[in-house]
Nanobody, 123 residues
């Protein structure tokens, strides 16, 4: 059974930092690209960041470039999202996804999604 379990969300003041983690099990993690999406209340889910199977290639939404960093540890089957200089508009539920391809693709559907972790940034 495949599981993607996010953690690390919480309440933080604007300008603060959080690090999200997504622990994967039941799939060949080290051969798959991984990504992060988010969904704010009343808005559609949007792409945040993606990373290739070995971490050699990363992609970011313009809204988070320079503030967020995606990384992975294949030995731990975990992908991370370091979020710095947080803004109130970053408030959302953050989801990790597993792509079946080794290099991240921006798709509307992925094989697997996590259950999400809430990030709330207060002004």
């Amino acid at each position: 059974q495949v599981q993607l379990v996010e953690s690390g969300g919480g309440l933080v003041q604007a300008g603060g930092s959080l690090r999200l983690s997504c622990a994967a099990s039941g799939l060949s993690f080290s051969t798959r690209a991984m990504g992060w999406f988010r969904q704010a209340p009343g808005k559609e889910r949007e792409f945040v960041a993606g990373i290739s199977w070995n971490g050699g290639s990363t992609n970011y939404a313009d809204s988070v470039k320079g503030r967020f960093t995606i990384s992975r540890d294949n030995a731990k089957n975990t992908v991370y999202l370091q979020m710095n200089s947080l803004k109130p508009e970053d408030t959302a539920v953050y989801y990790c996804v597993a792509d079946r391809a080794p290099n991240f693709r921006l798709l509307t559907k992925y094989d697997y999604w996590g259950q999400g972790t809430q990030v709330t940034v207060s002004s």
